[in-house]
Each structure stands twice: as structure tokens, then as C-alpha cells.
């Protein structure tokens, strides 16, 4: 059965760094679009960074650009989330998914949660001094 587990979460002061990963069974991650996203107690969940299959090119929300960098390993068939510059409002449930009627992020990905199928469980990222 296809699977998303994410891992790489945990406690880390400002500043600090963090690489989530999100290990896949039964689907190949360079197949579609394939992205992170982050959800915070009683709020919606957040479109965080999207990679297409057919290019890798990228796209990521105006609060992480520039900070966090989203990127596969297709021997591993792994996704990956490199976090830097961690501040605390980037505390949240990391979530990784995908886009299986894509194989490119469109510009309004952020906007079309509900075409991504599968889910991971999420893994916690706590930035806290």
C-alpha cells in the first residue's frame, strides 16, 4: 500500500537547523508533484514547498523562501525538507504529499490542497530557545 512517512522532526532552539524526511512506498516520488506542508493547532494547513517531477523545479511559500530547501533522492525514493534559519513560528506538524494528477507544481499549488491524495502522518518540528 502507498505510504508517506516523514521523520527528521524535534526539538531545536532559533536559529537552528533541522532535514525532514519523507520515505515512500509503492510510489515513485520523481513520478509527480510531490510537496511539503505544515499545520499548527486550530489552523489550517499551510502549503510550505512543492517540487515537480518532470523538471524539479521549485516553489515555496513567501515564509520559508530562502530558508528551507525541498529536494529527492529517486535512488532512495525519499523526499526531503532542509530547514535553516528555524524560527519559532515554524513550529507546526510537518506533513509530506502528493499531486498524482500533476507532474509539475502549478503557481497557485499552495491553493489546490485537495488535489494532493496522499498523506503522510506528519512529523512535530519545535523551535523553542
Known amino acids: 500500500q502507498v505510504q508517506f512517512v516523514e521523520s527528521g522532526g524535534g526539538l531545536v532552539q532559533p536559529g537552528g537547523s533541522l532535514r525532514l524526511s519523507c520515505a515512500v512506498s509503492d510510489f515513485a516520488v520523481d513520478y509527480y508533484a510531490t510537496a511539503w506542508f505544515r499545520q499548527v493547532p486550530g489552523k489550517e494547513r499551510e502549503a510550505v514547498s512543492c517540487i515537480s517531477s518532470s523538471d524539479g523545479s521549485t516553489r515555496y511559500a513567501g515564509s520559508v523562501k530562502g530558508r528551507f530547501t525541498i529536494s529527492r533522492d529517486r535512488a532512495k525514493n525519499t523526499l526531503y525538507l532542509h530547514m535553516n534559519s528555524l524560527k519559532p513560528e515554524d513550529t507546526a506538524v510537518y506533513y509530506c504529499?502528493?499531486?498524482?494528477?500533476?507532474?509539475?507544481?502549478?503557481?497557485?499549488?499552495?491553493?489546490?490542497?485537495?488535489?494532493?491524495?496522499?498523506w503522510g502522518q506528519g512529523t512535530q518540528v519545535t523551535v523553542s530557545p
Open positions: 504529499a502528493a499531486n498524482i494528477e500533476r507532474v509539475r507544481c502549478p503557481e497557485d499549488w499552495a491553493a489546490r490542497r485537495h488535489e494532493f491524495r496522499y
